[in-house]
């Protein structure tokens, strides 16, 4: 079992940055893939950015690439999502989401392959 909990979600303007950060309970954090996913009003929840258990590969969405950086610390179990130069179009609930795995290079993508959830956090960005 993983228990995730988001914050630093807020109000920002166009341009500015946020960190959002994932704290994980449980034992198999350090053998979890995980990864930020986003749902704006109406929309289908789509993934951000993945990253394997031991940190050695990422997947970002073409939307995000060169403004947002996935990473994790295992010995905090916590997972991070840097969000740089954010645009009006980025406002959405953002997840944070945990798959078991054996393999410490897997990157998961596909939201229903996800096991774990988080509640979500609020990134808001006004033009």
């Known amino acids: 079992q993983v228990q995730l909990v988001e914050s630093g979600g807020g109000l920002v303007q166009a341009g500015d940055s946020l960190r959002l950060s994932c704290a994980a309970s449980?034992?198999?954090?350090?053998?979890?893939?995980m990864a930020w996913f986003r749902q704006a009003p109406g929309k289908e929840r789509e993934i951000v950015a993945a990253?394997?258990?031991?940190?050695?590969?990422?997947y970002y969405a073409d939307s995000v690439k060169g403004r947002f950086t996935i990473s994790r610390d295992n010995a905090k179990n916590t997972v991070y999502l840097q969000l740089n130069s954010l645009k009006p179009e980025d406002t959405a609930v953002y997840y944070c989401a945990a798959k078991n795995t054996w393999n410490p290079r897997a990157v998961v993508t596909t939201r229903y392959e996800y096991d774990y959830w988080g509640q979500g956090t609020q990134v808001t960005v006004s033009s």
């Open positions: 449980g034992r198999t954090f350090g053998s979890s893939a």
């Open positions: 990253i394997s258990w031991s940190a050695s590969n990422t």
